[in-house]
């Protein structure tokens, strides 16, 4: 999949762990479907992210991103959908 020099930057780490790891997805995603390259995007939403289907390792990975990474266009992500204080 062609990376213009931008993507290539951030797929080598130039912009933090964060943004390489999401890169390294991205690409892996493309080369699975035989994408020719990435597309520009204006916005994207976040979905499923949720301790229950995830567990520790997710949690932990989702730490990782948070603490690293930042988002460049708009986002949005779901709502939580159950009560935290009887949740268990």
């Known amino acids: 999949m062609h990376l213009t020099a931008e993507e290539?930057?951030?797929l080598e780490g130039e912009e933090g762990w964060a943004a390489?790891?999401?890169m390294e997805i991205l690409v892996a995603l493309g080369d699975a479907v035989g994408a020719d390259r990435l597309i520009p995007v204006e916005w994207a939403h976040v979905s499923g992210v949720s301790y229950k289907n995830l567990g520790d390792e997710g949690a932990s990975?989702?730490?990782r991103f948070a603490s690293d990474g930042r988002f460049r266009i708009?986002?949005?992500l779901n709502p939580?959908?159950?009560d935290l204080e009887r949740w268990g």
Do not use: P, Q, V, W
Request: charged fraction near 35%; glycine fraction near 6%.
């Open 74 to 76: 708009r986002t949005t």
């Open 61 to 63: 990975l989702l730490e």
């Open 80 to 82: 939580i959908g159950m």
């Open 8 to 10: 290539e930057r951030i």
């Open 20 to 22: 390489s790891k999401a």
